[in-house]
């Protein structure tokens, strides 16, 4: 059976540079050459930069991205945190599985982020390696409290219209207060998808009342 000609390009994006430009969903996923898991690289990062791109030129009719993430580099996340925060396109995210250290703060840029109800978040500080020299020591250390400040504030920011600050009445410093306690108080911060949304960092679980399908989460206006 012959597969027509606008199906087969539509297959070949999709597996081949991850956009379906007629339906306007991206893919945001692992390098699939890598022999291993792999997370947000400058690669999958460069390509989901110009999918969005792509994207924006052709209309400002909201873009629908599947993430299915592992984390990633810290730097590449941001990037692609940016792009999706700063486009013309309102962007929506329907997340599977995973949606771990960096790749939770990705989650956290788009107007409407729906999770698949078995996919869990995972928050916590980042890693990084620190080299012997003693000013590079200091340096890496500066850095990374700056840039861990800003994952809070972040997560904060989406935290302030959650279900728990609207019912604890919690000011910005409370929830704040409340995120740093439970970074510091356990190294993985893992909250299953309803947690998730009891805390703001997602808005809601397929298949739930706002978000009943895809089609319900692409096409959402408001």
């Known amino acids: ?47 989901f930069i110009k999918n969005i791109r792509y994207l924006n030129q052709i209309s400002h009719e909201p873009i629908l991205v599947h993430m299915h993430m592992p984390g990633g580099v810290w730097e590449d996340c941001l990037a692609i945190y940016d792009v999706i925060k700063t486009s013309p396109s309102k962007i929506h995210m329907l997340a599977y599985g995973k949606v771990e250290s960096a790749s939770s703060v990705i989650f956290q840029a788009p107007k409407y982020r729906v999770l698949m109800p078995n996919a869990h978040v995972l928050i916590h500080y980042g890693s990084m390696s620190i080299e012997n020299e003693h000013k590079a020591v200091i340096s890496s250390m500066q850095w990374s409290e700056k840039e861990s400040k800003k994952m809070i504030d972040i997560f904060t920011d989406r935290c302030m219209n959650s279900p728990l ?50 089609d319900k989460l692409k096409n959402r206006k408001r």
Request: net charge negative.
């Open 1 to 47: 059976m012959m597969v027509p000609a606008n199906i087969e390009q539509s297959l070949y994006d999709i597996h081949n540079i991850s956009v379906d430009h007629k339906t306007r969903e991206v893919y945001l996923h692992s390098n699939m050459d890598a022999e291993e898991e792999s997370g947000v690289d400058f690669r999958s990062a460069t390509v």
């Open 165 to 214: 600050a609207i019912e604890k009445n919690w000011k910005k410093f409370m929830a704040r207060k409340h995120i740093v306690a439970q970074l510091d108080n356990k190294s993985d911060w893992i909250l299953n998808a309803e947690e998730a949304v009891h805390y703001g960092f997602a808005d809601g679980v397929l298949g739930d009342r706002k978000f009943t399908t895809i």
